[in-house]
């Protein structure tokens, strides 16, 4: 299960839509970059932002999710607080070949500050904005800035197609747009 180079990448994105919009070289310059790179893709945060509070002592049910649990935030930067978590979505949109899959790491400027970035794969034709899940470990308030980088994909290219793709169950968070929530 080879990893796919730049040029794969970028031929992938630009002929047949796997991520749009599509950066073709590394932005860096006074952001977090974002961007294609050696061998994998750097996908930027939007600036919504659902941030997990407790005011009204909710339980984070996965089969009973209830959305009173957290606030909205829209903006350039999101603040998250300690001992928090935060979701969020990629700018982009990703359109997973059937052969292919894909996975997530964490920027190192932002492990570095205590924030650890969670992506589940991205599976055999899957396609959407991914839904980005950002822990503030830290005991201290930590910022988090839309439109520039928060993590790396890597595409994984199998030795075949598989028999049953994502698509083809009719997979639960297929064409996301924005936040998903937890779905049963």
Known sequence: MPIMPDHWIRRMATEHGMISP???????EG??????SSYGYDARAADEF?????????????????????VTRKGPVCIIPPNSFVLTHTVEWFKVPRDVLVICLGKSTY??????VNVTPLEPEWEGQVTIEISNTTPLPAK???NEGICQFLFLQGAGAPEVSYADRAGKYMGQRGVALPRL
Do not use: H
């Not at 659902?50 to 957290?70: H, I, L, Y």
């Not at 492990?111 to 650890?116: D, E, F, Q, T, Y």
């Open 111 to 116: 492990a570095r500050c205590g924030l650890i």
């Open 22 to 28: 599509f950066i073709e070289a590394q932005k860096r």
């Open 31 to 36: 952001v977090i970059s974002y961007g294609l």
């Open 144 to 146: 988090v800035y839309a």
């Open 50 to 70: 659902k941030v997990f509070t407790n005011v009204d002592n909710a339980v984070v049910d996965p089969k009973e999710f209830s959305e009173t649990g957290f």
